[in-house]
Every structure is written in C-alpha cells, then in structure tokens.
C-alpha cells in the first residue's frame, strides 16, 4: 500500500519558491471556473492588466501567461523571440543562466555565453567587450536574481549598455518581480520573464512574459512549439480574451488575490521592505551562529542568501534539513559546483517572528548534531 503524504504538517517554505502563502491566496482556490466563461475571461485580463502595471509597462509591453513552472515561460519566450538569424550573450553566473544557454542550444538558437562562474556578477565592461567581439549578436539573456549563489546581478548598468548598443534585453525576473524594482520607463527591455509563486507570493501553476508590444507583432511563426507559442497564446486572448489551451483557473484566481494583497502590503516597495528586513534579521543571526554568507553584503540579494556549509565532520546537510524539518521549516540545498552550500530564502509570507524561530531551529539543530562553530556568540537570535 501507499503511504500516506504529510498533508496535515505544514512547515515554512524558506526557499526561492512555491513559497508559504495566506490563507486568503488558498482559500481563493476553493472556487471552480470555466475556461471559457466571461467572468475567468475576465479574472485573466485583470490580472495581466496589473502584472503589465507592477512593471510600469502597460503603455509598451503586452503581458501574455503561459500554462507551466517559469523554465515554461522562460522556454517560451525565447523560442518566440530568437529566430534563427539572431544570436543571444547569455550572462551566466549560476544554473539559471545556465538553463538559458540549455534552452537555447536545444533549440538550435545561435548563442555566446558569458560565465562568470558560479557567484560573481556580470559587468557593463564585460558586456560592452562580448558585443564588440562579436558585433551578430541581437540579444542580450539576464538572469536577474541568480538564486543559485543569491546574487543580485546589476541589472541596470548591464540594460544601460544594452540599450546603448542598440541591443535588446531579455531579463529572467523570475525570483526578483514584485520585491525588486524593474520600471519598464527607466529601463528598457523587450521581455521580463516572471512566475506567481516568488516574490509575488501566489501558488505554482502558471508564470507569464512582459513583452514589448512591436516586438512580439514581429514574432509570428517563429516558436518551435505550438503549447509555447507566446505570439499565438497573445492573439488568441485579444480575440476572444480565453487562453488556447486548458488554463489553470484555481491558480489565476489565487494569482489575482495574490497582487491584491502585493497592492495592499505598499507593492514593490513594501514587500521589498520586509524581505530586506528579513535578510538582514537573518544574515546577522547566521553570523552570530557561526556560518558565514558565500556573497559579500553588496550583492546579497532580498530573496534567498546561500550559506557555506561548515567544515565540520558532523555537519551533512542532508540530517541539518531534517533536523530544521522537524522544527516546521523547509530550506533548500546548494546549488554550486565550486563549494559546499545551502541556501534560506526569505521571501513568501514570513516575517521578522519567524526569521527569529528560524534562527532558534538552527541553533538547536547545531546542538542536536553536536556542532559548535568556531565564531559563534550567544544570543544570535537577538541580533
């Protein structure tokens, strides 16, 4: 016989997402819709007509949803966008960029890719010298928040020069839109690509493109796929306001209660408020535990910090996240291939209180492994 799953154990999700949501975004999916009703109809052009807002984009850029995690949006956005006379810079400094550079090999895309490795950042001066080298390429790729290492890349001096170029800029927003300003009047970009379930703090289920408008009228015929054809999907829903395929409706009306409260938390700014507050109750405290951060403070970014691993023999990850499981808290592994990590997310709904249980978790968790770090103090959680 099957198990069981632990259905009735919710833990805190400190992690890049899904993430811990309100009660209010699940009860938003207690409601069955039709696909094709005008009132789900009219739950999608609300929604897209608020994520285009966020954005300050809804006078050039177009919002278009796609069924899937964010890889489905990101997959799709660059098989409608990058034909095969284009050639994109990819700027990797961690597996989402990486994941770009995949995405576009497989799809037989020309491609330049810039690694940086695994944590430091891309520059304008390594931007303006790739294209200079190499005067075919049309776009530049940007994962903006690498949640790999947690690094906030500069996402501004890099547009900047792409638009100074006269290159187009794709950003991967996918753990940064909705905690971390990105003004489509300051800077330019062709498409963002995001999902619900980060900082926007909504279920998993679908993700979607902010797309400049002239670009994509430019786009027809040009996807690999007919599920993940953005220029289609767009089309479909100026004609008749549905999506082409089956949508996931309990999820767009989570999605829409979801940026309600985003508005009423003070929106981009006010949720950057409280995962800033939130990284920094935590980066401290870890600190005061003994860990110590992979990034410098200047690049650490408000959505997930990576911490190496100790050094000492009792410390395997995989009993730490079973010890902090035990005391309701779900954390993440590294990603990296150059150091042993993991990694704590501060995003979703979690708040000062819980950043300091958090911390209590750890500290016990360190206690129950019989690990004493070198640094420790006492009173971290206090910090």
């Not at 964010?70 to 810079?89: I, R, S, Y």
């Not at 430091?120 to 010298?129: F, G, I, K, L, Q």
């Not at 290492?149 to 800029?169: D, F, K, Q, T």
């Not at 590294?334 to 979703?348: C, D, M, N, P, S």
Request: hydrophobic letters at 40%; charged letters at 20%; glycine letters at 8%.
């Amino acid at each position: 016989m099957c198990d069981d799953p632990a259905i009735d154990k919710p833990a805190k999700l400190l992690t890049p997402g899904p993430i811990t949501t309100t009660a209010s975004v699940k009860k938003a999916m207690l409601k069955d819709w039709g696909s094709w009703d005008s009132d789900f109809s009219e739950l999608t052009a609300s929604l897209c007509c608020q994520l285009t807002d966020i954005a300050n984009a809804g006078s050039s850029h177009v919002c278009v949803p796609v069924q899937g995690s964010g890889t489905f949006a990101v997959e799709a956005t660059l098989g409608t966008l990058v034909g095969p006379e284009d050639k994109v810079l990819v700027l990797a400094n961690g597996a989402y960029g990486q994941r770009i550079a995949a995405i576009l090999s497989r799809l037989r895309r020309p491609f330049v890719l810039l690694d940086k490795g695994d944590y430091e950042p891309p520059r304008a001066e390594d931007v303006r010298a790739a294209l200079a080298a190499d005067p075919e390429i049309t776009q530049v790729a940007l994962v903006h928040c690498e949640t790999s290492s947690g690094i906030l890349n500069p996402l501004e001096e890099i547009a900047e020069l792409v638009e100074r170029e006269g290159r187009s800029l794709i950003i991967d927003a996918m753990s940064s839109f909705g905690a971390i300003p990105v003004d489509a009047q300051r800077i330019r970009f062709d498409a963002l690509i995001s999902s619900m379930n980060k900082c926007l703090e909504g279920v998993p289920g679908f993700a979607f493109a902010l797309i400049r408008e002239t670009v994509l009228q430019q786009a027809e015929g040009r996807a690999h796929s007919l599920s993940l054809d953005l220029y289609d999907q767009w089309r479909y829903l100026q004609r008749s306001g549905q999506w082409r395929y089956t949508p996931p409706t309990h999820v767009v009306a989570a999605a829409l209660q979801a940026v309600k409260e985003h508005a009423e938390e003070g929106g981009v700014e006010g949720r950057l408020a409280r995962y800033s507050r939130n990284r920094d109750l935590l980066v401290s405290g870890m600190r005061g535990l003994g860990f110590e951060t992979l990034l410098d403070d200047n690049w650490l970014s408000p959505v997930i910090i990576t911490f190496l691993s100790p050094a000492d023999e009792h410390f395997v990850f995989a009993r730490f996240y079973a010890a902090m499981k035990k005391r309701g808290f779900i954390i993440y592994p590294g990603k990296l291939t150059q150091a042993e990590t993991f990694r704590l997310g501060v995003i979703g709904q979690l708040y000062s209180e819980d950043i300091k249980e958090l911390l209590d978790a750890v500290s016990a968790a360190l206690d129950e492994m019989n690990i004493t770090l070198p640094n420790r103090v006492s009173n971290a959680t206090q910090a």
